[in-house]
């Protein structure tokens, strides 16, 4: 219900010609430029997918005042809206009015906060302003990678550093972001990575996804990975 709700109240907003640009520029060099031209209440930092790669959002005129100023090149994403930006501000209240609705709770397994860039606690997870912030705030997509590989540093913590990295969505888009991360910290990480569906590796996504379960599974043993091709395929239909 979070998700759709936010989905429908953000796409529910004026665009007012908001776009989002990727661009390779340093985060804080992007914040600085916003700053300095005046822009805070309109534009920010939407992403940081990496050292030099981030995203920004805003009024198109806004956004590429920044660029011009930083005399940087930018792909602009093909959105409806200038998400994660404070162009999404108007829909905080409804928002904040569905998250209170419902009964927040911890998670049974660990989870990496987009928002702080770590793992999130019992009390970022149960508290509303921390669902709420996900409209205008940045997704730290680089810090929050750092934090699943690292592991938990709460020396009390079960949370191991993890093996297997499995993206599942309509394209392995975040994968191709994760890796180039992970190898910036040396051939000491050693990852096996995967994609449910991978629509440029094969022409029917249904036997990729059953080509790539079952290649990670054959790489991976029980302890690591306790899953099964039941599990994995029993709701494919939907």
């Known amino acids: 219900r979070l998700a759709t709700e936010r989905g429908r109240l953000m796409q529910a907003l004026p665009a007012r010609d908001g776009v989002m640009v990727a661009t390779r520029s340093a985060a804080d060099s992007v914040e600085r430029t916003i700053e300095r031209l005046g822009l805070e209440a309109s534009t920010s930092v939407a992403a940081i997918n990496g050292p030099f790669n981030v995203v920004v959002a805003g009024p198109r005129g806004d956004v590429d005042a920044v660029l011009q100023d930083l005399d940087a090149a930018g792909r602009e994403l093909p959105v409806s809206h200038a998400f994660h930006s404070p162009l999404m501000a108007p829909a905080s209240e409804d928002y904040r009015a569905v998250v209170e609705s419902i009964s927040l709770c911890s998670s049974s397994i660990a989870l990496v906060s987009t928002i702080t860039g770590r793992f999130a606690t019992e009390a970022d997870l149960t508290c509303t302003e921390h669902w709420v ?15 699943l590989l690292d592991g938990d540093a709460d020396p009390e913590s079960a949370v191991p550093k993890i093996s ?27 990852l096996t990575w995967a994609a449910s569906i991978d629509r440029s590796s094969a022409d029917s996504e249904s ?6 379960a079952t290649e990670v599974l054959a790489q991976t043993s029980v302890s690591e990975l306790s899953a099964s091709l039941d599990s994995i395929f029993k709701q494919r239909k939907r």
């Open 133 to 147: 912030r996900q409209l205008c705030s940045p997704v730290l997509f680089m810090p929050a990678v750092g934090a």
């Open 164 to 190: 297997v990295v499995l993206e599942l969505g309509p394209s392995p888009t975040l994968t191709k972001m994760a890796r180039p991360l992970a190898l910036r910290r040396g051939p000491s990480v050693e």
């Open 207 to 212: 036997v990729f996804l059953s080509k790539t």
